[in-house]
């Protein structure tokens, strides 16, 4: 028995294409989706200098340095004012002081000569000193103006001059106290060195001398630890008083809470900064002091007393000038790691990038009644009978 109908491919019914012939199948439709797709990531907003999202090492650099550039007006205006203060005064004072030490010793006579020179250099020395406290004051309150310009462009304000004032003023008084209690801390634990040091050399023999020089170099060591050590716990007390607005204790508390548990990260943090900035400032201000150096000498090669004096004094002015500027730069990037830092661990400790978000998305929506999200309960209460100091920037 036989078929004799003819060899068809498969398929060829459905596809019914004649006999013989293969034909593709026909295209089937796609299921149909249930249900919405999940929506794809996006970053966190970036509204201004940083974005709102718990912050690296490369984004606390490159931030540190767009803080001049985001604000540049006030904050180096600041900045210049601030530091040319402190240099001024302190080169006039210095300067004063010098002069008439060295006048009254040349004028001296001879059985008074040791008495007077001893009395200057003590007097240069109490100057100098006081030329230092007066350069951390002025550091200190550029640091705290400078994070609240961290603090406000984080969440995309920009302020000017008198916005940062006015956000600054009722603040300055504990800055310059907290500046002034850390100098006070630094010169006692050097006095306490200096102080053991001097009663082991006042043995006489070898033995004191010898413990005595032990003694200074053990303890500069153990000063210059226990300062790096208390100074990365307490580096963002500026920013707890002029940000939170908080009391210098709790300032003190909140800074060493923050940092806890991130020690070595802010030490790195702040050490890289601070070896940066002062690399930089170095290869910058060190072309600057050499041509101050030889410039009277190439200005004047005939040797004028009258002539290299004056070129000597136009020099040095324009060198201290040049040294102020890039000092103020330097000094505006160097305060802006501790409030980037101060923000980055309250948003990895208390989720703060979500309250800088719904300020953000309340402001840029015209809902100003968003209370300030930088403001904690300690800092509300502190601060509950004061009007917003950011109501006139």
């Known amino acids: 028995m036989s078929d004799n109908s003819?060899?068809?491919?498969?398929?060829?019914?459905?596809?019914?294409?004649?006999?013989?012939?293969?034909?593709?199948?026909?295209?089937?439709?796609?299921?149909?989706?249930?249900?919405?797709?999940?929506?794809?990531?996006?970053?966190?907003?970036k509204p201004g200098l940083i974005p709102l999202r718990p912050l690296g090492l490369g984004t606390i650099l490159s931030a540190s340095f767009m803080v001049l550039r985001r604000n540049p007006r006030p904050i180096f205006g600041l900045a210049l004012l601030i530091m040319g203060i402190v240099t001024v005064a302190s080169l006039i004072l210095v300067g004063i002081v010098t002069f008439s030490g060295i006048d009254r010793s040349l004028s001296a006579s001879a059985e008074d000569a040791a008495t007077i020179e001893a009395g200057a250099i003590v007097g240069v020395a109490l100057t100098a000193l006081f030329a230092v406290a007066l350069s951390v004051v002025g550091a200190s309150i550029l640091q705290g103006i400078v994070s609240l310009e961290v603090a406000r462009g984080a969440v995309g304000e920009r302020l000017r001059l008198r916005g940062l004032w006015n956000a600054a003023k009722g603040r300055l008084w504990a800055l310059?106290?907290?500046?002034?209690?850390?100098?006070?801390?630094?010169?006692?634990?050097?006095?306490?060195?200096?102080?053991v040091a001097a009663l082991l050399f006042a043995l006489g023999d070898t033995a004191g001398i010898v413990s005595g020089v032990l003694a200074v170099i053990f303890g500069i060591l153990v000063s210059v630890?226990?300062?790096?050590?208390?100074?990365?716990?307490?580096?963002?007390?500026?920013?707890a008083l002029m940000i939170e607005r908080l009391p210098l204790l709790r300032?003190?508390?909140?800074?060493?809470?923050?940092?806890?548990?991130?020690?070595?990260?802010?030490?790195?943090?702040?050490?890289?900064?601070?070896?940066?900035?002062?690399?930089?400032?170095?290869?910058?201000?060190?072309?600057?002091?050499?041509?101050?150096?030889?410039?009277?000498?190439?200005?004047?090669?005939?040797?004028?007393?009258?002539v290299s004096s004056g070129l000597f004094i136009a020099l040095y002015i324009v060198t201290v000038i040049i040294t102020v500027g890039i000092s103020a730069v330097m000094i505006v990037i160097q305060s802006a790691a501790p409030a980037l830092l101060y923000v980055d661990?309250?948003?990895?400790?208390?989720g703060f990038d979500l309250e800088l978000t719904r300020f953000v998305e309340a402001r840029q929506a015209g809902d100003a009644s968003v209370a300030d999200p930088y403001l904690t309960v300690d800092s509300k209460a502190a601060r509950s009978s004061q009007p917003s100091p950011y109501s006139a920037s």
């Open 345 to 350: 661990q309250r948003m990895r400790k208390e």
């Open 176 to 195: 310059i106290g907290w500046s002034a209690l850390v100098a006070i801390a630094t010169l006692m634990l050097f006095a306490i060195v200096a102080l």
């Open 6 to 45: 003819p060899w068809q491919s498969p398929d060829s019914s459905a596809n019914n294409s004649g006999p013989g012939i293969y034909a593709p199948p026909a295209a089937t439709t796609p299921a149909p989706q249930y249900g919405t797709p999940a929506p794809s990531w996006t970053p966190p907003p």
């Open 225 to 239: 630890a226990l300062m790096v050590w208390l100074g990365t716990f307490f580096a963002l007390v500026p920013s």
């Open 251 to 306: 300032a003190i508390g909140r800074s060493w809470s923050l940092v806890s548990g991130s020690f070595w990260r802010t030490f790195g943090i702040l050490a890289l900064i601070t070896v940066i900035v002062q690399v930089v400032s170095s290869v910058v201000t060190a072309p600057v002091s050499f041509i101050g150096g030889i410039g009277s000498t190439l200005l004047d090669p005939t040797g004028n007393a009258q």
